[in-house]
Antibody, heavy 120, light 111 residues
Framework: QVQLQESGPGLVKPSETLSLTCTVS????????WSWIRQTPGKGLDWIGY?????????IYNPSLKSRVTISIDTSKNQFSLKLSSVTAADTAVYYC????????????WGQGTMVAVSS | QSVLTQPPSASGTPGQRVTISCSGS????????VNWYQQLPGTAPKLLIYSNNQRPSGVPDRFSASKSGTSASLAISGLKSEDEADYYC????????????FGGGTKLTVL
């Protein structure tokens, strides 16, 4: 079955760039939209953005994060990645990668999530 | 503060029927479909309901949902202890070139 696995540093310093990768197994990444979603400690879910397998032209980002976010895709590795620049403590969260299936807010498969703390 | 409004908590006893509401606006629920997610403690969210009222394979028919105007609701009948979790609604919002919005989540306690 399709599985998603996030990877990347668990600690990032303030003002630096957070970088995470999601590896897709069990299916080709070249079919769907792929997304990043985060969850701040004890709080709700916050959608970060989408990337499509054909490249970043059709990317859509959360307006509140758009100036700091880049999501890219590497079909040769079956991976997609998140970069979030100029991080602050407010970016401390569990970051999930997910597959979009069907409508814009339908995420049918999720990774297990990875905790990223922003601290000096 | 979340764009979609959910009650922070709900509760019920085993066997009861519980409903969770999700209130939005014309730019999100009013013009797009609603999805519901269940998040068990310490795990990733799981798609529970899609396209307003459709259950993915494997989701018990104890879970149902509906949408009317700018609001949606999730109903759980025959409540079980394993249903204790956080529940989130989600929809596409057409404003600001479009983006996904979530509710703040409802923590369901089975008493």
């Amino acid at each position: 079955q399709v599985q998603l696995q996030e990877s990347g540093p668990g600690l990032v310093k303030p003002s630096e760039t957070l970088s995470l990768t999601c590896t897709v197994s069990g299916d080709s990444i070249s079919t769907y939209y792929w997304s990043w979603i985060r969850q701040t400690p004890g709080k709700g879910l916050d959608w970060i953005g989408y990337v499509y397998y054909s490249g970043t032209t059709n990317n859509i980002y959360n307006p509140s994060l758009k100036s700091r976010v880049t999501i890219s895709i590497d079909t040769s590795k079956n991976q997609f990645s998140l970069k979030l620049s100029s991080v602050t403590a407010a970016d401390t969260a569990v970051y999930y990668c997910a597959r979009r299936l069907g409508t814009y807010s339908t995420f049918d498969i999720w990774g297990q999530g990875t905790m990223v703390a922003v601290s000096s | 503060q979340s764009v979609l409004t959910q009650p922070p908590s709900a509760s019920g006893t085993p066997g009861q029927r519980v409903t969770i509401s999700c209130s939005g606006s014309s730019s999100n629920i009013g013009s797009n479909t609603v999805n519901w997610y269940q998040q068990l403690p310490g795990t990733a969210p799981k798609l529970l309901i899609y396209s307003n009222n459709q259950r993915p394979s494997g989701v018990p028919d104890r879970f149902s949902a509906s949408k009317s105007g700018t609001s949606a609701s999730l109903a759980i009948s025959g409540l079980k202890s394993e249903d204790e979790a956080d529940y989130y609604c989600a929809a596409w919002d057409d404003s600001l070139n479009g983006h996904v919005v979530f509710g703040g989540g409802t923590k369901l306690t089975v008493l």
